[in-house]
């Protein structure tokens, strides 16, 4: 069967490092916005960027060391409240500072945009090792533990160099405990997870085949602020979450930039599974030159083989307008069945409500 490489634009305005969940009946997206979190609402998983509700929650006090760079928040439900991941730096002191922070919503049954209800700073997660630089965090549930995924520079970093960002892993008691000490699971080993001088894992997510054969994470490689941005993956492959063994690198980028056409730099989003398929949603930009402005959110299938997951040839598809399009572009040539689109049982594999 043929791929279905229909690419959609979720938001004409920029939506950096955008995270989707569904539930109790609404899709909800975050993005980094900078200098607060917010939560767009809708019914229709394609309207977010353009027929959705917009709800500031949180905005951090002025001249805080939380107060400056809020990156990638992140909405998730776990034990029956909404909880949100979100890194941010002291302003007095730069990037050097960032380090991941909760804020407790509602009950999970709620809806967290419920301007009713204030959101609460929880402070750092803890247990987390106070003097490593983190962002990038989400929580994921394997073998019926929690744990938390985040990009760090290295633990062991005499120089504080910000040259190389690794991939973390640490076992969670709730959703603002740590326990044990935090494990890289893995690191910028190969030679296009590097731009220039700069080695880069961030942005890791959960990734699952709709029927659990394959369980692992994606996350995005390279520099952020270049086209050559992109998305590869981790495999858990069994054992211990905990140890590096228990997971394998792909050798091949999932998701890259096309060399003749756009986006560019596709990097740091997430996947849904919608009617027993899969969905990514991830940031790019419109052209090539752009570095950190105008990245917005797309969404493109994803497709599941015996090897593992695989977006096509590995580059960004081609671009449709409209939901029509998105859903049914292609479909019948492609041997593909119609998407149920109003009917869908969707989730965001790794909820842990």
Known sequence: MEYNDALLTLSDTATPDPYVIFANGKYYMTYTAGDRVDIWSSNDFLSLGTNSTKHTIWRPPPHSHYSGDLWAPELHQINGRWFVYVSADDPAQGNKSHRMYVLGGPPSTEDPCDSTYKWEFLGPIKGLRSDQWAIDGTVITLNHRLYFIYSGWPQYNPHKTDLIQELFIVELSDATHAIFTPVRISRPDLPWEWSGDHGINEGPQFLASPYGNWIGISYSCAGSWTADYKINTLQYIGGNPLSPQAWRKGRKPLLKRNKHTGPYGPGHGN??????????????????????????ARVQRVAWDSHGPSMGDGTVGRMVIGSNAFWHAGAKKKGESQWGFRGMLSSAFGRSD
Do not use: P
């Not at 849904?272 to 950190?292: K, P, Y």
């Open 271 to 296: 996947a849904l599974n919608v009617d027993g398929e899969t969905l990514m949603v991830f940031h790019a930009t419109d052209r090539d030159s752009q570095g950190w402005e105008g990245r917005k």
